[in-house]
Each structure stands twice: as C-alpha cells, then as structure tokens.
C-alpha cells in the first residue's frame, strides 16, 4: 500500500502536541484520513502499542476539540508490512466550525484543509460555517468571542430575583449542552461590542452640540445608562389651568423606556453600526439599525403586530420583566401621548428604524399653545356639557378608541382640573365643574 498526503490523507509517524489540527480540518472540510505511525514521505515506521496510541489520540480528541467532534472520528488498527499503523477516518461534522477549545473561534484555533496542509481558516471562511450551520439568525449562531463574562447581567438578574446559571443560560438559549455561547450570550456579556451612542443638541437640528456620549457592555449596561442619560434630559414644566398647577415632564416616562427598548430588543445585531439616539428642545429620535422583517408593514406594527427579529434575546428582558408581550410595545408609546394632542411618529426604511418622541413641553408660551387642547378633551368636554356627565363605556364610543386609551385621557384631563370625579369602579360619572 503506497502513503501520499493530498486534500484527504494526512501522515504522522507519531502523536504530536498539534495533531488534533489536522482532525479539525477534516471535520471542517471534507472528511479524509489520518495514519498515525506512517512517516511523510510514505514510509511505514509503525506504533508499539496501537491500543495506547489509540486512547491517547481520542481523549486528545475530546478534551481538546470543542464542538463534540468523536461521533465523527472513527479509529482502526491495521496491519501494513508486517507493522500496526493508526488510521484515523474523520467525517465532514454536522456542527461546523470545530476549533481547539483553548485558542477559540478565531484563525488560531480553527483549521481547513487546503491541498494537502491544514491551514488557519480566515475570519470570513469561520463566520461562512457559522452561518451555514447554525442558519442566518444572529442571535442563534455561535458567538466568535467565547471568553465572556456577565457581572451586568447577574446584577440584572439578581435584581429581579431569577437565577444565572449555566442551566439557566440553556434554557434561555445563551449555551449550548456542550459549553459553546452563543451571540445571544455575546449581546448580554460584558464583552459586548455593539453600542449606543447617543447627543444632545442645543436646537432642533444637528448645528450645535452639548454633548455627546457612547454607551457599550452589556446591553443590560447600556439600559440602564442610556435611561439614565434620557431621564436626566426629561425635564418637568409647570402651566396653569385656571387656579391649578400641572407639572407635566417633557416626555412621557413610558413612551421613553418603550422606545429605549425596542431599539435594544429589534436591532439587527449582524450590522456593527451603532443604535443613534437624538436629543433635541423639541423632540428624541431613537434610529436602530434593520427594517422591518421581511412580509410585515408598518401599519401591522401599529396594530399591535410583532415579528420578533431576536426572539431569543426578547424572551430574556420578558424573564427579566423589562418588557411585556410582544406587540405592545408601539401601542403604549402611541398611548402615553393620548390627550397631549402630539404624536409619536415611527419611520422605517429597508435597514433602519425610526421612533421620533414630540416634547409634550416644548410649545409652552409661544400663541400655538394658547389654546392647546387635544380634539379628544374637547369632544369629550362638549359631550358632558351635552349630557350632564359621561362614563367611561361613553368615552369609548366616543372617541373610537380601546378602554385603556380612554381611562388614560379621562385620568389626565381629572389631572388638569378640566372634569372631575363621581362615585367609584362601575358607578364612576364624570362632570364638568
């Protein structure tokens, strides 16, 4: 029998350190054979003890290759000129890219067969194989950094009392059985690499800025700062209805943390540009990267329609409480404006998503908001003045619109001092002073 190395045999005389490279390469590729105890250039030295050399080759195999490779490896002892020789079959594997678990997924420790050497696969072959194997979700691949560490996302999580721990980053699909993260783990890790970056500008345009800010980590990291930096920049103004004061803060505290989080939960994560978030007197825009998905509009988003991009990621701020059942988060930022007489405006176009928040307050004082009184309040206050009172089954009616839109406009126009409050649950009547 004549030994020539090509794209599907490889030769060694002995166990090497580096030898599980070459099984790496086979799994990554096409499949092929290994001989152990033929030399390189095809001359047969033999193995002293074929069931030694077979136990130290496949626990090598084992604990040092990551995916699970041994269902692929398959090992037999032959007999060739009168000499035991190893021969080592390896199958192409199903769960591609395997690497040496020390160095990672990255060219160091992944390898393809390239004629007949084994050689570093490129970043783009390695995130080719990813995608190949685990399909085009993001959230779902394999993470391409595997040293990760989560001290935000313990804190989060103690927080709301759930527990973090490897059966728990399983169920939520952050690790595999076999120990691998995936890129959902990745987002939530402090090793992060997709950021916010977020400014603030003295007018209502770009011309001048007052400051400017980047947030990375963890997403859980990047929340709550970003939060932060918004609530800061909400500020509370003071009109007067007659006699009463009304404090009324620039942007509904819902419609922020709504928008805040859909920019972290429907991101498309593929793309390495930044989430922009924009502070102007008159308005916040959160601009995310990725459209909608493919066969949904925007007017099924306004009626409560969700098509999760990351639903993995998703189901974890749901276990977290962060946000409630899918589709209602457009809704409720819409909702937090019912009777402001503003409107949130959402745009979208083939890679981006818009959310634009009016401020409630930047009006104040100028002749538009003399007389500013949402369509909704007016009608509502001719309507008591008509029939003496109104419930709330009335306002429904009314306005068109779902019981709680009308139990929130009815709860701030009770706020203004514009009608006030009879009897209470179904006997509640409201009256115009």
Do not use: W
């Amino acid at each position: 029998m004549t030994f020539r190395e090509n794209e599907y045999t490889e030769l060694k005389s002995t166990v090497v350190s580096d030898i599980c490279k070459e099984i790496i390469a086979f799994a990554n590729t096409k499949g092929g054979i290994l001989y152990v105890g033929v030399a390189d250039d095809g001359t047969v030295v033999g193995i002293d003890n074929a069931d030694k050399v077979t136990l130290q080759l496949s626990n090598m195999v084992r604990d040092s290759i990551k995916p699970d490779v041994t269902m692929f490896v398959r090992y037999e002892t032959q007999d060739i000129e009168g000499k035991q020789i190893l021969a080592v079959t390896v199958q192409k594997g199903t769960d591609r890219p395997y690497y040496i678990g020390s160095k990672g997924l990255k060219p160091s420790g992944v390898y393809v067969r390239n004629g007949s050497s084994s050689d570093p696969a490129t970043d783009t072959a390695i995130r080719k194989m990813i995608k190949e194997t685990d399909g085009d979700s993001f959230e779902t691949m394999r993470s391409l950094e595997q040293v990760l560490t989560f001290e935000a996302a313990k804190a989060q999580f103690k927080k709301r009392d759930v527990p973090f721990d490897s059966a728990k980053m399983q169920t939520l699909g952050m690790l595999s059985a076999d120990g691998i993260y995936s890129n959902v783990a990745y987002l939530l890790s402090d090793q992060c690499v997709s950021t916010i970056k977020a400014a603030t500008f003295a007018g209502s345009d770009k011309s001048k800025f007052q400051d400017r800010r980047e947030f990375s980590g963890s997403l859980f990291e990047q929340m709550e700062e970003l939060y932060l930096y918004l609530d800061i920049r909400n500020q509370t103004k003071a009109t007067f209805e007659g006699l009463y004061r009304i404090d009324t803060k620039d942007y509904p505290e819902e419609a922020i943390r709504e928008a805040l989080l859909n920019s972290l939960v429907h991101r498309d994560y593929s793309f390495s540009a930044s989430t922009l978030v924009s502070v102007y007197n008159d308005r916040i825009e959160f601009v995310s990267v990725g459209g909608l998905p493919t066969g949904i509009e925007l007017a099924d988003i306004m009626l409560g329609l969700s098509v999760c991009r990351n639903p993995k990621l998703a189901a974890v701020f749901y276990r977290l409480k962060l946000i409630e059942a899918y589709g209602t988060g457009m809704p409720k930022i819409m909702n937090a404006y019912a009777g402001s007489g503003l409107e949130p405006k959402i745009e979208v176009t083939a890679n981006a998503f818009k959310i634009t928040l009016p401020n409630r307050n930047a009006n104040i004082g100028t002749k538009a908001d003399v007389n500013v009184r949402s369509s909704y309040e007016t009608r509502i206050l001719e309507y008591i003045k008509t029939n003496g009172q109104a419930v709330r089954s009335d306002i429904d009616v009314l306005l068109g619109v779902s019981q709680a839109t009308a139990s929130r406009i009815l709860k701030q126009m009770l706020k203004k001092g514009l009608i006030y409050q009879e009897g209470n649950g179904r006997t509640t009547r409201y009256k115009v002073k």
